[in-house]
């Protein structure tokens, strides 16, 4: 097993990894609530998932990695109140939740397949593990960590100690951020529910020591972890927005019932933004991979605009900004399939080649450096063409998953879109000039374009062409 180093968000630092029981990891990833479409921001912390686990097995890990689908239990707010979202969906849209769920629960798997993601092994849907929540619940009400209301039984986070250590806000904090409490039973405004009493026209309900009633949001995570990765586990995934309330209160909720600290990892993707801002219904800017696919996008270029921002970095979604990293991709594509047909190098290439194939994968196994990794890979493929381009891209192809040696995809409408022939053979001799350093033959054939009124925006990979 090779080396591999992690930024632990608990800790702050960036650690080596060591996994309780070599070779395998075991990983937890919170999945999504299927009451609707997935969006970019969702997907981009799935491709975030799915590097952590592509690296993990390529450095000779056996994966034992769970992902849980929400199909009951959270709220349309992060406090305890507001519909369930899965009712909400299924009352709009006249349908039963498990029809709503087993609909989104579909077009998000086919999602995961069109952006290389692997499914990971075990998947663990809320609805099916109900009695398990249950007694978890009834473990800390013994425990004297619950305590029941006329509405549920709530987590009373003045008992638990490291309340708040992810996130590193005390209880004070937890409090002051609380909105007014609803519910005038519950000893803190912060305190949260384990378990909801239903009522009579709650959709989804189950019998339950308190009545009939739904589990809440976090208990779902902590119980399904606990059921499938044990007391311990290697590593929790998740994004940023999960850190204060989700993950915190799944803190407490499992090292209570343990009495010990169960997540030795904790890994946070950063947010995608739109323009700059929030994605939001009102703003139109939501948009979901069919969105991009209509638009002439393909799921790979945005899996590689993905991979090229730091999974711990915010990144901002413009079509401008998914537009060049379209034409990078596609570029970078064409060059490695097109190393198949070529000849096998000189040594002395041949190194070079095995070198930035080494350097790839450095970069990956250092924190899932992968934007430096499309760096490396991308000097790689300016090495004088051969077939040793196109089998290390092969071999890389199990960490990148980006098909990077396939033959290219369709250009892409957005890319050629209204531009002739001529001109984008001005653009490419431009670019060659470019690679050589030729500066002067460069900046000649930039006039050229500019005369014909394009303009061309160079990148550190690649360059884009615009209609001015
Ligand atoms: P949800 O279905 O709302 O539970 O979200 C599924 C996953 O997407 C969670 O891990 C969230 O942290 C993550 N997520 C939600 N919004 C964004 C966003 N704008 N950018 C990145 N990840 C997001
Ligand atoms: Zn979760």
Request: hydrophobic content about 35%; overall charge negative.
């Amino acid at each position: 097993m090779k080396k591999l180093q992690f930024y632990n968000t608990l800790t702050r630092k960036k650690e080596q990894f060591e996994p309780i029981a070599p070779p395998y990891v075991t990983t937890y990833s919170c999945g999504p609530t299927v009451y609707n479409y997935a969006h970019i921001g969702n997907l981009r912390t799935y491709v975030f998932m799915d590097e952590l686990r592509r690296t993990l097995k390529h450095a000779g890990y056996i994966t034992k990695s769970v992902m849980n689908i929400t199909d009951v239990g959270h709220l349309m707010s992060d406090g305890d109140d507001g519909e369930d979202k899965m009712q909400s969906a299924a009352k709009k849209q006249n349908k039963s939740p498990e029809e709503i769920a087993a609909f989104y629960s579909e077009v998000f798997f086919k999602d995961l397949a069109r952006l290389n993601i692997l499914t990971p092994e075990i998947i663990a849907k809320a609805t099916d593990n109900i009695d398990e929540m249950i007694e978890f619940v009834q473990k800390l009400c013994e425990l004297g960590y619950g305590y029941e209301t006329d509405d549920g039984i709530y987590f009373d986070i003045s008992k638990f100690d490291g309340y708040g250590k992810l996130s590193r806000c005390n209880i004070e904090d937890a409090l002051a951020g609380a909105r007014v409490a609803i519910n005038t039973q519950k000893r803190h405004p912060a305190d949260f529910a384990l378990w909801k009493k239903a009522e009579k026209n709650h959709i989804m309900q189950w019998a339950s020591p308190w009545g009939m009633g739904y589990p809440g949001w976090h208990i779902e995570c902590s119980t399904m972890s606990k059921k499938f990765l044990g007391e311990r586990f290697d590593i929790h995934t998740g994004g940023v927005d999960h850190i204060p309330i989700h993950h915190e209160n799944e803190i407490a909720q499992s090292e209570s019932l343990e009495g010990h600290q169960v997540v030795n990892l904790w890994m946070h993707g950063e947010f995608m933004l739109v323009d700059g801002g929030k994605m939001s219904k009102s703003l139109g800017n939501v948009y979901t991979i069919d969105d991009l696919i209509a638009k002439g996008y393909s799921p790979l270029a945005f899996r590689y605009f993905c991979m090229n921002t730091h999974y711990r970095n915010k990144l901002n979604f413009t079509f401008d900004g998914l537009s060049s990293a379209a034409t990078a991709y596609n570029r970078l594509r064409s060059a490695i399939s097109a190393c198949k047909a070529a000849k096998s190098a000189d040594s002395e290439t041949a190194q070079k080649v095995e070198n930035q194939k080494a350097a790839v994968i450095a970069a990956v196994y250092d924190d899932l450096n992968f934007p430096l990794a499309l760096g490396e890979l991308w000097t790689m493929a300016k090495l004088p063409a051969c077939r040793q381009i196109y089998d290390a891209a092969e071999q890389l192809n199990d960490i990148l998953g980006l098909d990077l040696h396939l033959a290219p995809e369709q250009p892409n409408a957005h890319d050629d879109q209204a531009i002739p022939d001529d001109v984008k053979k001005i653009a490419e001799e431009r670019f060659a000039a470019r690679q050589n350093k030729d500066w002067a033959t460069s900046d000649a054939l930039r006039t050229k374009l500019d005369e014909l009124g394009y303009t061309v925006l160079d990148s550190k990979t690649g360059y884009e062409l615009k209609k001015k």
